[in-house]
Structures are given as C-alpha cells and as structure tokens.
T-cell receptor
Framework: EAQVTQNPRYLITVTGKKLTVTCSQN?????MSWYRQDPGLGLRQIYYSMNVEVTDKGDVPEGYKVSRKEKRNFPLILESPSPNQTSLYFC?????????????FGPGTRLTVL | KNEVEQSPQNLTAQEGEFITINCSYSVGISALHWLQQHPGGGIVSLFMLSSGKKKHGRLIATINIQEKHSSLHITASHPRDSAVYIC?????????????FGKGTKLSVKP
C-alpha cells in the first residue's frame, strides 16, 4: 500500500531531551516536507526537501533539523525541544515539487514537550 | 498580514445543500492546493490547480488567477463531508517548495 508513515504517533517528552520523528514514504517520491499545525495558526512549513541531499527552510525552521540521506526517509530532529514546540506534526511527500504534484500526508505525530 | 485568507472560518449546512468555501491570496502563485482534514486529523489532497476548474465527484474547485481567488464547491453535501478544508498556495516569487497555508474552514453538515 502506498503510504507515508510517521513514528512515533504520540510522544511526551521533557525540555532539552533530543528527539527524532521519523518519516518514510514508499512511493519513490522526490519531494518531502514537514509541517506543524497549531490551533489558530493552521499548518506551517518547517523544512522541505526537493531530493536526496537537498533541503531548504520553510516558514518556521528554528529549533529543527532535517536530513535527506535516502529518498524514502526524511527525519525531523529536535536537538533541544522546548514547550513551544508542542504541536501536531505532519510529514508529506509528492512525486514532484508542489507546483506540479499533489501532496500525500502522513498520519501525524502529536508531540508534547513538558 | 496573512498571505492566504479563507472564508468562512466556520460553516454549518444541512444535508443536500450546495456549499462554497473561498480562498483569497495576496501573492502571485504558481499553484494552489485544496486539502481536507478529517475529524480524526488525517489530511488528504483534494485538488491541485494552476488555472481553470477541476471536478472530482461532488467536489469542484475553481481558480481565478487575475483576481487571486479560488473556490471549493461541494454539491449535494453529506454529513461525511464534515471536515476542515484547507487552501495552500505556492508563491511564484518564492521557493518552489514552500507552501503557504490558510487557516482552514471548518464545515459541519447536519443530517
């Protein structure tokens, strides 16, 4: 089944404890992206990747890191999480860039930072 | 200033009604996406538009590039259409990977 998977789906952690949220797609998509969704603010893009080893900042990249060493995986790294990073996170992928391709979303990861 | 504005923010309809959700944007765009977020949180892509009109089942999406406006129409609405509908644009002058989102329209269809 074609899908985007995220792990974990739920995570409660404490301030400063490094964490990684994984994202994987099995559709051979070139474009992958991370978003966060907050009440009243909607979805906002954190980072995106046009292809392997090509990443770029979205609108809210502060406090996050990403890497794209393989086409299928695009992990989101929080080196030192803070409570303002408590949010619902979505990973998405598409065959090409958003100008020409629809986005496929993962199920979301609900992160709470205490 | 929000670059993508959706209206209305909330919409309640009776089953069978024709529904219109609007999206206005302030930047030149190269594409516009309509997304649906289910009550459980999952997000699916409904349409991707750069011009004209697209139709899928009871859903119709239109875009007017000159007026910087898009509409999503739902014909013969059904309770299962209850969801949040989100518009997202790709800024023509920005990076081709950077999507900008509206805050969504929450639709509730009553039986």
């Amino acid at each position: 089944e074609a899908q985007v998977t995220q792990n974990p789906r739920y995570l409660i952690t404490v301030t400063g404890k490094k964490l990684t949220v994984t994202c994987s797609q099995n559709m051979n998509h070139e474009y992958m992206s991370w978003y966060r969704q907050d009440p009243g603010l909607g979805l906002r893009q954190i980072y995106y990747s046009m292809n392997v080893e090509v990443t770029d900042k979205g609108d809210v990249p502060e406090g996050y890191k990403v890497s794209r060493k393989e086409k299928r995986n695009f992990p989101l790294i929080l080196e030192s999480p803070s409570p303002n990073q408590t949010s619902l996170y979505f990973c998405a992928s598409s065959f090409g860039e958003p100008r020409v391709s629809e986005q496929f979303f993962g199920p979301g990861t609900r992160l709470t930072v205490l | 200033k929000n670059e993508v504005e959706q209206s209305p923010q909330n919409l309640t309809a009776q089953e069978g009604e024709f529904i219109t959700i609007n999206c206005s944007y302030s930047v030149g765009i190269s594409a516009l996406h309509w997304l649906q977020q289910h009550p459980g949180g999952g997000i699916v892509s409904l349409f991707m538009l750069s011009s004209g009109k697209k139709k899928h089942g009871r859903l119709i999406a239109t875009i007017n590039i000159q007026e910087k406006h898009s509409s999503l129409h739902i014909t013969a609405s059904h309770p299962r259409d209850s969801a949040v509908y989100i518009c997202a644009v790709l800024d023509y002058g920005g990076s081709q990977g950077n999507l900008i989102f509206g805050k969504g329209t929450k639709l509730s269809v009553k039986p």
